[in-house]
């Protein structure tokens, strides 16, 4: 999986958008970007991925630039519930390799 | 659509003593993964198992512990002779069988294991 980097951390007062980067300058052309989330002492969840469009549901939107080498996700209206460690992978659709690689994440802090 | 279920979510074993830990996959999947997060650190894979196959154990410590997915019931993450440094959250995850969707995997809320 390619390597990525993300901030340790990030504040973001409730009610705003919340703007995560995530860098992946050695990104391969078949390998999607996915993220997830991980709430204090809860399993990780699935947020969103995608390849190089912009996506969109009902949690969040994805920003992949046109070069691919990062991405943001965007929390529209965060809440003090999307206080969490949010975690940027990269890797192919069709990998022999099925586990899931988690690095460092950010640690984002919504605010009252 | 229940989610991935693990029990129990809290287990106290003393040292020497064996632990077992379950987990049932979100119906209608066939792949469950495990990953074990020490105190303060990130996520690490340990096995996927498919029912009766164990895929790929590379995260796996070489010696007293042990995963199974029998054709019926959980599956199954063994540890025996647990010690201190066994101490941490297991996870549980689960995803569809196919080519496809597999990076989507779906959590559970994980079992705290204690050593004494």
């Known amino acids: 999986d390619a390597k990525t980097t993300q901030p340790p951390s990030m504040d973001c007062a409730e009610g705003r958008a919340a703007n995560l980067p995530c860098n992946h300058s050695?990104?391969?052309?078949?390998?999607?970007v996915y993220w997830y989330r991980q709430i204090h002492s809860q399993g990780p969840q699935y947020i969103i991925h995608?390849?190089?469009n912009n996506e969109t549901n009902e949690m969040a939107s994805l920003i992949i630039t046109e070069d691919r080498k990062s991405s943001t996700l965007i929390l529209p209206h965060a809440t003090l519930r999307d206080t969490a460690v949010y975690y940027c992978?990269?890797?192919?659709?069709?990998?022999?390799?099925?586990?899931?690689?988690f690095g460092s994440g950010t640690r984002l802090q919504v605010q009252p | 659509n229940a989610g991935v279920m693990q029990n129990p979510r809290h287990l106290v074993r003393r040292r020497g003593q064996e632990a077992r830990l379950r987990c049932s996959p979100m119906?209608?999947?066939?792949?469950v993964y495990w990953y074990r997060q020490l105190p303060e650190e990130g996520l690490k894979f340990m096995v996927y198992?498919?029912?009766?196959?164990?895929?790929?154990e590379s995260g796996m410590p070489k010696e007293r512990f042990s995963a199974e997915f029998p054709k019926e019931g959980p599956s199954i993450l063994r540890i025996q002779q647990v010690v201190r440094g066994d101490s941490a959250a297991y996870f549980c995850?689960?995803?569809?069988?196919?080519?496809?969707?597999?990076?989507?995997?779906?959590f559970g809320p994980g079992t705290r294991l204690t050593v004494l």
């Open positions: 995608g390849l190089k």
């Open positions: 992978i990269v890797r192919p659709l069709d990998t022999g390799r099925r586990a899931l690689t």
């Open positions: 995850a689960s995803s569809p069988a196919g080519t496809t969707g597999y990076n989507e995997q779906f």
């Open positions: 119906k209608g999947h066939s792949h």
């Open positions: 198992l498919q029912k009766e196959n164990i895929i790929d």
């Open positions: 050695t990104i391969s052309g078949n390998e999607y």
